[in-house]
């Protein structure tokens, strides 16, 4: 019985490669012949039982069972026709056709022996299938040397049907190493339609889910501007909580590059090093690099730490060797460190950060301020008679180069009354902001602001059945009063406020601005009214309709700087719907409509669909006046079985220019499949396109060749 596990199993798994279909994976193996895995039954004290039309163990004699031989032992069955077993040397023969089979693996084998004092053996004429997945194969001769090591001839794998297999791998001599879960084949190569697509003098692979150190596929592609792009992996299991990988990377028209990945997790810390290195870039004429370091820590007391720090050699680094329009639009480089802890009712926070800009269009006056450091206390606790009790606290020192630096501290408690009640809720708030600045490089460098902040939140919610009983309709009307008294506040350098993009939530917050060198004024009404249809059976809102406004009793007197006091009597009326009639099918829009100007201001609109097999589309159009106006229509679909199309177009219209455009075909068979894509992308500012093909052949159970792009959904 010791033959079992002598034969590599790893990594014969049939997934689908396309991986964003309902479809199940495609195998070769019909239902009814697929060899289940079943759950293992091992012991050497486990009893051993034979069945044998004939039995002979006459003394002297070796003992003899022939004629439908059936032995079984826990999960290990054997058949044949002859056992033949020589009490005095230990020796099991096996003359005939034999059929082994446990919970792992299923064997056949013409002829057979092994010595069960030494554990050594050889089978001849082997074909074997594992259990739970399509893989399968044949040896000519096992050599078994012990428990642990065996030697393979004429070895060769494949999950696709074994009588005529579209591909293979197969090697001359393959040695395995069961006690270090390692297997070295000697002149492997890998065949593809009988094509020899990839050979190796020498090949290193795991013989369990283990991992282990040596080559993994190569990736590759090609782009107008850089050429054929190669790179090599190898992988290295340095122990069982630390590996590394080293990828050569060779780009036709730059150079040699090499990338590292180090990566190491112990209870209580993990952490990742990344480094790429392109020395003599030909067409850059320079030395490129990138690097990046994460780390985080869970500390006793509910504290935690995390780094994350981030640096390249030059602005264009992702320009230039990013691998599509997410990359080469990069503007900063963030590098940070934070501690954070958390009590029963409170949460802290400390941090410091600093940029690298990328983006040249971005002036040295305009660059993020580097917070060095940050430190930030929330409080938040219930009080008696439904009172409840939060402090937002925050002490930060702002640094750059060039402009007004210094130290802010924002102090803002609030008390908030909590009526809820079926069918309604109260909620009125008070809170007093304190904010002080100690400042460098400005004409006051002592600066205090205090203002106080009241707002009232109310709303009812009424519900009825719907006719069909399955789901309750409900229209649930909210007002939202809120007063901010005038502060003057141009004195105030602009740290890190920004206006806040307008939209539904923005009708319930006490600030239009993020950060707190801007506290708005406010005097205002907000009146929203949200509808949703509940399905009763799982709690789930299918549809759900808001709509809502602002009504200005006084004018916006606080402003960014160079903006006038804005004069509106209403803002905006914002408007979102969220639709899913359907499993697989969603919708989604908004609408900020100014009907004072009588034009949009914001619309989003997006689509989804989800079919049977590989259908798929997702459409999303955004619009922002006189600053965006795009649309992105993603799709993928089968035009015969086993075989789609898949594209994406994503257009400006403000630009009148194509963002990106991708298309591309696949093809999956029960034991591989095809990609083939072109791209053509913006590749920086100045509207370069870049085009680039990429070609993935997945070969079930062993892995990919070739370079995936990012995914489409």
Known sequence: MIVAGVLPVAGASAQSMVIDSDRPALSC???ELRLERIEPERGDDLPIRIDAEFFSAEPGQPVIARDQVRLVQGDRRLETEEIIFDRDTGRLDLPVLLNYRDAFIAIRADRAWVESQDSRGRFEGVGYQIAGSDGAGQALVIDLKSTTRAELEEFDFTTCDPN??????LARQVR??????????????????????LYSPWLSFPLSDERQSGFLYPQFGFSSDDGFDLRVPWYWNIAPNRDATFTGRWIQERGAMLASEF??????????????????????????????????ARLPSRWRANIDLRRASDNDY???LGGDLADSSVQFLRSSARLRG???????????????VLD?????????????????????????ANFDLSIDTELVYFDRDEGITGGRADFYPRLRWNVLSSGWFFRPELGLRSTAYALEGADNSSITRTTPIASVDGGLIFERPDADGRHLQTLEPRLFYLFVPARGQDDIPRFDTAELTFGFSQLFHHNRFSGPDRQADANQLSVALTSRRINLADGQSPLDVSIGQIFYFSDLEVQLPNRPVDQRSRSATVAEVNWRPRAGLALSAGLQWDSIENETEVAQFSLS????????VAFGYRFRRDRLDQVDLRARYPVRANMNLFGRLNYSFEESQTLEALGGIEYESCCWALRVTAREFVRDRDSETRRAVFLELHLKGLGSLGRRPYPLF
Do not use: C, M, N
Request: avoid cysteine.
């Open 164 to 169: 005529d297999p579209d591909w293979q791998l």
């Open 176 to 197: 395995l190493d069961l006690e270090r879960g390692q297997g070295v084949a000697r002149h492997a190569r890998l065949e593809f339609k009988g094509v020899p697509i």
């Open 609 to 616: 669909y989800r079919g049977p097999g590989a259908r798929q």
């Open 29 to 31: 193996v019909p239902p």
């Open 263 to 296: 990566r190491f997790l112990t209870p209580r810390q993990r952490g990742q090093v990344d480094l790429e290195v392109l020395p003599s870039d030909r067409r850059a004429d320079r030395d490129r690099y990138y690097g990046q370091f994460s780390y985080v």
């Open 318 to 320: 992702f320009v230039d």
């Open 360 to 384: 040249e269009a971005v002036p040295s006056r305009a660059e993020p301020y580097r917070r060095l450091p940050r430190v930030r206390l929330l409080y938040d606790r219930p009080l008696p």
């Open 342 to 356: 958390a009590g029963t009712y409170w949460t802290a926070d400390i941090l410091a950060d600093t940029f690298q």
